[in-house]
């Protein structure tokens, strides 16, 4: 058995860093696409018959095509039974899966903005009445985010399964740093993109290209995977072998487990939806160009790419996980405090930005980690599964709600005042931080490692 673990493919560090990167390009198409329209919302809601791009979406209706990422994953428990699939029959056959459930909804959002369409469609159960190009944009949309989780929470445990008792926490941080190149790119390069190629279409057939790409290379993983099961005498590491059903009683029974899942839920509650409304804010607040707005809501993810390897390589060598929890839920909190305040500098914008940023690369690094500590590995994609579902919860309703709040404190001129907004956001930092308390305290009763180093 010793002999067997010692050959396993997973061992060559040259091998595993290029599996890293391999999966870590097909999740930076997925962020890209993600939030490519982010940066559009003014050409989306701009009226055609003023803007020859513009769409004439309501802010009511950007803030539904918002969350649409979530919807599927969340009331249709798409994700969960994504988890249930990846435990039960395997990384290869999951990530395929998910990666053309990307592609495919990515089609479909492409087709919807870049036909026009006439009339209205009322949705049922009381949703409410949105124009037909909204609707087929939410469908590809929420198709997206259903194979756009699943390939997250598959990358999850692809790295778990090659860098355990390895670099575990700088292998995460780097693989989500190259997922904020793809949103940093989203938000820089979208709206130039879209002005020069003849609309939001444009950009969205960049990011569908990018997702095409991005499937490819997870077929090429594949090919490293079953080589590394095959290098592997014995299934003790990266087993996809022995999970049941009933063993899910282990995550609804684990406090630790729970707390990371609804720290995730308001941490990135805080985060996403706000980078969705954030461009906008830049320009009625701070009086930032509308051309160049969405730059200093790239300047977060432009951080993190440094910040969160960083921060990992930190908890990989000195631990303290629950530590770097809480200073970056601090941090959050911080920034959409000052963003409530009535100051309207530029300047403190960008420097809110780079604290966020700051926040960003903090939790991440600590609490994807953290996750392997607590729950055992037949168990990963399930538990990542339920996490990310949680997660989802904040990422498809919180920008609806955003949504009505901003058309509700739209003024006569237009301009929207975003104090209620921001102070939504500022409540979700302070419930992060006394979630972060609780999992330190947890963590010293449980014995569960989250202040200890990760490399052995």
């Known amino acids: 058995?010793?002999?067997?673990?010692?050959?396993?493919?997973?061992?060559?560090?040259?091998?595993?860093?290029?599996?890293?990167?391999?999966?870590?390009?097909?999740?930076?198409?997925?962020?890209?696409?993600?939030?490519?329209?982010?940066?559009?919302?003014?050409?989306?809601?701009?009226?055609?018959?003023?803007?020859?791009?513009?769409?004439?979406?309501?802010?009511?209706?950007?803030?539904?095509?918002?969350?649409?990422?979530?919807y599927f994953n969340v009331f249709l428990l798409?994700?969960?039974?994504?988890?249930?699939?990846?435990?039960?029959?395997?990384?290869?056959?999951?990530?395929?899966?998910?990666?053309?459930?990307?592609?495919?909804?990515?089609?479909?959002?492409?087709?919807?903005?870049?036909?026009?369409?006439?009339?209205?469609?009322?949705?049922?159960?009381g949703i409410g009445t949105y124009s037909t190009q909204v609707v087929w944009a939410v469908l590809g949309f929420a198709i997206y985010g259903v194979g756009c989780e699943i390939a997250g929470i598959t990358v999850s445990k692809v790295i778990v399964k090659w860098f355990t008792g390895h670099e575990l926490a700088l292998a995460m941080g780097l693989q989500v740093a190259l997922a904020r190149i793809g949103t940093a790119g989203a938000l820089a390069v979208a709206l130039p993109f879209a002005k020069s190629f003849g609309g939001v279409h444009a950009s969205v057939a960049l990011g569908a290209a990018m997702l095409c790409a991005g499937m490819l290379a997870f077929l090429v993983y594949c090919v490293m995977d079953k080589k590394e099961d095959a290098s592997a005498a014995t299934a003790a590491n990266g087993?996809?072998?022995?999970?049941?059903?009933?063993?899910?009683?282990?995550?609804?029974?684990?406090?630790?487990?729970?707390?990371?899942?609804?720290?995730?839920?308001?941490?990135?509650?805080?985060v996403f939806p706000f980078l969705k409304f954030a461009t906008k804010l830049m320009v009625f607040k701070y009086g930032v160009d509308a051309d160049v707005a969405g730059l200093i809501p790239a300047m977060l993810p432009f951080g993190t790419i440094f910040l969160t390897p960083f921060f990992g390589g930190l908890y990989d060598k000195i631990g303290k996980g629950a530590t770097l929890m809480i200073i970056g839920s601090v941090l959050l909190t911080l920034v959409h405090f000052i963003f409530v305040l009535p100051l309207h500098s530029y300047l403190l914008a960008i420097v809110c930005m780079i604290i966020?940023?700051?926040?960003?690369?903090?939790?991440?690094?600590?609490?994807?980690?953290?996750?392997?500590?607590?729950i055992p590995m037949k168990l990963l994609g399930s538990a990542y599964a339920l996490i990310f579902y949680i997660q989802n919860i904040g990422l498809s309703l919180v920008p609806v709600w955003i949504g009505k709040v901003n058309q509700q404190n739209t003024g006569a001129?237009?301009?929207?005042?975003?104090?209620?907004?921001?102070?939504?956001?500022?409540?979700?930092?302070?419930?992060?931080?006394?979630?972060?308390?609780?999992?330190?305290?947890?963590?010293?009763?449980?014995?569960?490692?989250?202040?200890?180093?990760?490399?052995?």
């Open 1 to 70: 058995m010793t002999e067997a673990i010692r050959h396993k493919l997973s061992d060559s560090k040259s091998a595993r860093w290029t599996a890293l990167l391999i999966v870590s390009l097909t999740m930076m198409a997925g962020y890209f696409f993600t939030d490519v329209m982010s940066p559009m919302e003014a050409l989306l809601t701009a009226d055609p018959a003023k803007e020859a791009m513009g769409l004439g979406w309501s802010s009511d209706e950007y803030g539904f095509f918002s969350g649409a990422y979530g």
């Open 78 to 125: 798409l994700l969960f039974f994504g988890g249930i699939i990846l435990d039960k029959f395997g990384i290869r056959f999951t990530g395929i899966l998910s990666t053309v459930l990307m592609f495919g909804g990515a089609l479909i959002k492409y087709w919807a903005v870049s036909q026009s369409f006439e009339g209205t469609m009322t949705l049922p159960l």
């Open 239 to 270: 087993s996809e072998e022995g999970f049941k059903l009933s063993d899910l009683i282990i995550l609804v029974k684990s406090p630790g487990f729970w707390c990371v899942a609804l720290l995730c839920l308001m941490f990135y509650a805080g």
């Open 356 to 374: 966020l940023g700051i926040a960003f690369g903090l939790v991440p690094s600590a609490m994807w980690p953290s996750v392997p500590k607590i």
């Open 413 to 456: 001129d237009g301009v929207i005042d975003y104090t209620q907004t921001m102070t939504i956001f500022a409540g979700f930092g302070a419930v992060a931080i006394l979630i972060s308390f609780l999992l330190l305290f947890l963590d010293k009763k449980k014995g569960y490692g989250l202040q200890k180093p990760n490399v052995k």
